[in-house]
């Protein structure tokens, strides 16, 4: 139209605009809009069109007039991949592959990164990729580098998102970014911010509309790797570090007040340094699979909040979350989280001078190296776990630290030394009157005892362990119980009464996800397959146990894998 046909006025404009388009094949796009407000004017007339906008932040205004929503994830691999090619060439991009491929998870796989990354990378054609890459490794200089000129800044369009935000929001963005983990729930977030459920859920919406925060289907909450770094760097310099300090140690008290009440929900009849456990026993328990499924879903956020208080000098938080996770550890193994935590724990609770809890991080370290067959390191803890209890005379650990001592002399050959070991566990749980402890040293005796050759000695311990599992509701303690006796059945050839027991241990492992110790089971009942002469039985429980103890990473398993490669070589039963 003629400059001079248009009409001065917005509305005026706004209704001739779509007098104009009404009936007509458009697509109109309206990028990088602020609110619905300002799209409104610009909507077309009735007609087969179509109109994209593009926003920051969810733009819930718009569907009153039946807009679609759709949000954009990061690129997948491929189109990452494809981009850089076609910014960089392939060629160069094939020389370098993997540097390519580390360059795009750099960038979270970010259109806007990527193409400010590969915009440098373009001008610098003597630059190889991992120099960028090396410049990205360092996450205190990634934002800034994430840039071309001034033209285009990661930074700068982040922070225009950020300075939107109403203050409370804004506030809780910066104190998010001081998480550790992945991803967080609600009560989780409220902690971070200082709110309480009701407020932090209202400005988790805020967040998630001005796409700061990403929500998944399982109702937790995520930032993108760069919004992360930028949520942190805006706390550096937004808040001080007292407030910074209080959010971290909230953090950090939220995650560990959780994981002491599973723990306690798991095995309640296990003995722990009480006093540093907060009020987990005043706080309603978990059901114990609900319990050991939240440490599950947890494991990565734990870990991480364990190193977050190590770094900030919270040392008996940081050995505190070793004694909370230890029903983890016990159920489902985890070895390289169980040695790299316990490492942590050990350092932290010798820094604040607690011998106990240097010796309880020693007793739990013992049995990680119990579990991964270093048997020698297992004693070596252990003894020192020993000495340190007497030190502090605390007979209750001394107990805990023998029976791990005891354990690691029996798998070295040394039952005898194991019995007289476990012996002295059993008089100091005597002396205590704690029966879960009898129970446990009933259950090791029967092991070193059927090791020794006296089998029915070591029945009647064993039968005597089971009672009183099965009796307690202690199933992961019962499991084990029967998987032992039934081993002392089979040396007796009451192989029916053995059956039994395996075939009751891997139903009641399987049912508590205890899945090592249905492995174990599956390992006996094809020994015994064997005493009665059914290889098909044998190789299948086999192929069982492997494929569980594959899922932990455990050692076993080469063992179980050696001997199912024999029986293959022999060829079909």
């Known amino acids: 139209m003629a400059a001079g046909d248009v009409p001065l006025a917005a509305e005026e404009?706004?209704?001739?605009?779509?007098?104009?388009?009404?009936?007509?094949?458009?697509?109109?796009?309206?990028?990088?809009?602020?609110?619905?407000?300002?799209?409104?004017?610009?909507?077309?007339?009735?007609?087969?069109?179509?109109?994209?906008?593009?926003?920051?932040?969810?733009?819930?205004?718009?569907?009153m007039h039946g807009a679609t929503f759709l949000d954009l994830d990061p690129l997948d691999h491929t189109g990452a991949r494809t981009l850089l090619d076609r910014m960089l060439g392939s060629d160069r991009t094939a020389r370098e592959a993997g540097k390519a491929r580390e360059l795009a998870e750099l960038c979270g796989r970010l259109p806007l990164a990527l193409c400010t990354s590969a915009a440098r990378l373009a001008t610098r054609r003597r630059w190889p990729i991992s120099r960028l890459v090396d410049e990205l490794n360092d996450e205190r200089r990634r934002l800034a580098a994430l840039h071309v000129d001034d033209d285009l800044s990661v930074r700068a369009v982040f922070?225009?998102?950020?300075?939107?935000?109403?203050?409370?929001?804004?506030?809780?963005?910066?104190?998010?970014?001081?998480?550790?983990?992945?991803d967080f729930d609600l009560a989780a977030a409220a902690a971070a911010a200082g709110l309480d459920t009701e407020a932090a859920a209202r400005v988790l919406d805020v967040l998630v509309d001005a796409n700061l925060l990403q929500e998944t289907d399982d109702d937790r909450y995520r930032f993108h790797d760069l919004l992360r770094l930028h949520a942190r760097s805006a706390a550096d310099r937004d808040e001080t570090p007292a407030a910074r300090g209080a959010a971290i140690r909230r953090i950090v008290d939220h995650y560990l007040r959780g994981a002491a009440v599973a723990d306690v929900s798991v095995i309640p009849g296990r003995w722990r340094l009480r006093d540093h456990h907060t009020d987990a026993e005043l706080l309603p328990l978990l059901d114990r699979e609900d319990a050991l499924a939240w440490l599950e879903s947890e494991r990565t956020n734990l870990v991480a909040v364990q190193r977050l208080a190590a770094e900030h000098g919270h040392d008996r938080e940081t050995w505190e979350v070793c004694e909370a996770l230890w029903p983890l550890f016990v159920y489902r193994k985890h070895y390289r989280d169980w040695l790299a935590t316990h490492e942590l724990g050990l350092n932290a609770a010798r820094a604040c001078g607690d011998r106990r809890a240097e010796a309880r991080i020693l007793e739990q370290l013992g049995s990680a190296h119990l579990n991964l067959k270093d048997f020698a390191a297992a004693l070596d803890h252990a003894s020192r776990a020993v000495a340190l209890e007497r030190a502090t005379d605390h007979p209750t650990g001394e107990a805990t630290a023998l029976e791990i001592r005891g354990l690691a002399e029996l798998a070295l050959g040394r039952p005898d030394d194991a019995?007289?070991?476990?012996t002295m566990s059993l008089r100091l749980n005597e002396r205590l009157g704690v029966r879960r402890g009898m129970a446990i040293m009933a259950r090791r005796l029967g092991d070193a005892l059927r090791t020794a050759g006296r089998p029915e000695d070591s029945v009647r311990h064993l039968v005597e362990a089971r009672e009183f599992f099965h009796a307690d509701g202690d199933p992961y303690n019962e499991v084990r119980s029967l998987d032992s006796l039934a081993r002392s059945y089979l040396e007796l050839r009451r192989v029916d009464e053995a059956e039994r027991a395996l075939r009751t241990a891997v139903d009641l492992s399987e049912s508590i996800g205890a899945t090592h110790e249905a492995a174990n089971a599956h390992v006996a009942l094809a020994d015994m397959a064997v005493r009665r002469g059914r290889p098909r039985d044998e190789r299948a429980h086999l192929e069982s146990a492997l494929a569980m103890y594959e899922a932990h990473g455990a050692p076993d398993a080469e063992e179980v894998r050696t001997r199912l490669a024999r029986i293959r070589q022999s060829g079909p039963p």
């Open 13 to 63: 404009q706004s209704a001739l605009f779509r007098s104009l388009t009404t009936g007509r094949r458009l697509i109109i796009v309206l990028d990088n809009a602020v609110s619905a407000a300002q799209v409104r004017p610009l909507l077309p007339g009735n007609g087969p069109n179509i109109v994209i906008i593009t926003a920051r932040r969810q733009l819930s205004g718009l569907a």
């Open 159 to 182: 922070d225009a998102s950020y300075a939107a935000l109403p203050d409370d929001a804004a506030c809780a963005y910066r104190l998010l970014g001081l998480h550790p983990g992945p």
């Open 419 to 422: 019995i007289e070991t476990f």
